[in-house]
């Protein structure tokens, strides 16, 4: 168990819905608020995806991606900021031809899906390495496409958060450090508790963090009922923590959490209560190697 321990917030996500929780944030103005909220409360880092403000349905536009991260720069430039670069890698297949692309696919080239991290750079840029069935259709990142996102987000001066949701994963993620695509000791997630990805357990944690290269930082993300049980396993294990309305929408059984920043306080409350305490924006710079 390690004495500082990084709180990233995940403030809105790409899948939850305002039918979930009616208080997700939605606009650019509700997701910088939330962020600034949620660093009052303890977090380190936001990770952010955008939405389209009438529709509330995921967004890849650059404008609002600005827009947010602008109004968080302007009133607290040290927080983290990490963006996501997750969509655009969705994948239904038609039932009449599976080889073409059904309502629903959101599958882009990679210089559309790191857009944003080139024109805005972030601290932190997010690099899935999953291909994976996701409820009724897949996600798809080929090492190929992997590798040119890689180069993007280098190229804009950003870390990469490589996200695993399997070991093979961490398999694809030694190669990509092998031959030079990563730069070593990476900073990974691993996402605990989407279906057919790892699972939520105190096992499945230590076994991912035992396929980890040497030096390797990790935050083990709880999805749904999963989320603050991986805060404590996370944290015991000797990674850092992360909570948001992006993984689960309730702060316990049956009752809806007040807000990201309220997420935020409980995890926190975890964190100390286990004898660790949470690193601000200044010394998580330093633990991840931002400059």
């Given at each position: 168990?390690?004495?500082?321990?990084?709180?990233t917030?995940?403030?809105?996500?790409?899948?939850?819905?305002?039918?979930?929780?009616?208080?997700?944030?939605?606009?650019?103005?509700?997701?910088?608020?939330?962020?600034?909220?949620?660093?009052?409360?303890?977090?380190?880092?936001?990770?952010l995806?955008?939405?389209?403000?009438?529709?509330?349905?995921?967004?890849?536009?650059?404008?609002?991606?600005?827009?947010?991260?602008?109004?968080?720069?302007?009133?607290?430039?040290?927080?983290?900021?990490?963006?996501t670069?997750g969509?655009?890698?969705?994948?239904?297949?038609?039932?009449?031809?599976?080889?073409?692309?059904?309502?629903?696919?959101?599958?882009?080239?990679?210089?559309?899906?790191?857009?944003?991290?080139?024109?805005?750079?972030?601290?932190?840029?997010?690099?899935?390495?999953?291909?994976?069935?996701?409820?009724?259709?897949?996600?798809?990142?080929?090492?190929?496409?992997?590798?040119?996102?890689?180069?993007?987000?280098?190229?804009?001066?950003?870390?990469?958060?490589?996200?695993?949701?399997?070991?093979?994963?961490?398999?694809?993620?030694r190669?990509?450090?092998?031959?030079?695509?990563?730069?070593?000791?990476?900073?990974?997630?691993?996402?605990?508790?989407?279906?057919?990805?790892f699972?939520?357990?105190?096992?499945?944690?230590?076994?991912?963090?035992?396929?980890?290269?040497?030096?390797?930082?990790?935050?083990?993300?709880?999805?749904?009922?999963?989320?603050?049980?991986?805060?404590?396993?996370?944290?015991?294990?000797?990674?850092?923590?992360?909570?948001?309305?992006?993984?689960?929408?309730?702060?316990?059984?049956?009752?809806?959490?007040?807000?990201?920043?309220?997420?935020?306080?409980?995890?926190?409350?975890?964190?100390?209560?286990?004898?660790?305490?949470?690193?601000?924006?200044?010394?998580?710079?330093?633990?991840?190697?931002?400059?």
């Amino acid at each position: 168990m390690r004495d500082e321990v990084i709180l990233t917030c995940a403030v809105t996500g790409n899948l939850t819905t305002r039918e979930q929780h009616p208080g997700l944030p939605v606009t650019p103005l509700e997701i910088a608020e939330a962020s600034l909220a949620a660093a009052e409360e303890g977090a380190a880092i936001v990770h952010l995806h955008v939405r389209d403000p009438e529709t509330g349905r995921p967004s890849m536009e650059l404008a609002y991606y600005r827009e947010v991260v602008e109004r968080i720069r302007a009133r607290n430039p040290s927080l983290i900021i990490n963006l996501t670069t997750g969509p655009g890698g969705r994948f239904v297949p038609s039932e009449e031809e599976p080889r073409l692309a059904a309502p629903g696919t959101t599958l882009t080239t990679p210089a559309i899906r790191t857009a944003h991290i080139t024109e805005l750079r972030p601290d932190i840029a997010t690099l899935d390495l999953n291909t994976m069935n996701s409820g009724g259709e897949v996600v798809i990142n080929t090492p190929r496409n992997v590798r040119r996102m890689a180069a993007a987000i280098r190229a804009a001066g950003a870390v990469p958060e490589i996200e695993l949701f399997d070991s093979g994963d961490i398999a694809l993620m030694r190669d990509l450090l092998a031959d030079g695509t990563l730069a070593a000791p990476p900073l990974c997630s691993f996402v605990m508790g989407v279906r057919y990805g790892f699972q939520p357990s105190p096992e499945t944690v230590l076994y991912a963090r035992n396929l980890l290269p040497e030096a390797a930082e990790f935050t083990a993300i709880g999805i749904g009922r999963a989320a603050f049980p991986m805060v404590a396993q996370s944290v015991l294990a000797g990674g850092h923590a992360r909570v948001g309305l992006e993984d689960a929408v309730m702060i316990e059984r049956g009752v809806l959490a007040p807000s990201n920043a309220a997420m935020v306080a409980k995890a926190r409350r975890i964190v100390e209560s286990l004898g660790s305490r949470l690193a601000g924006p200044a010394r998580a710079r330093a633990i991840i190697g931002l400059s």
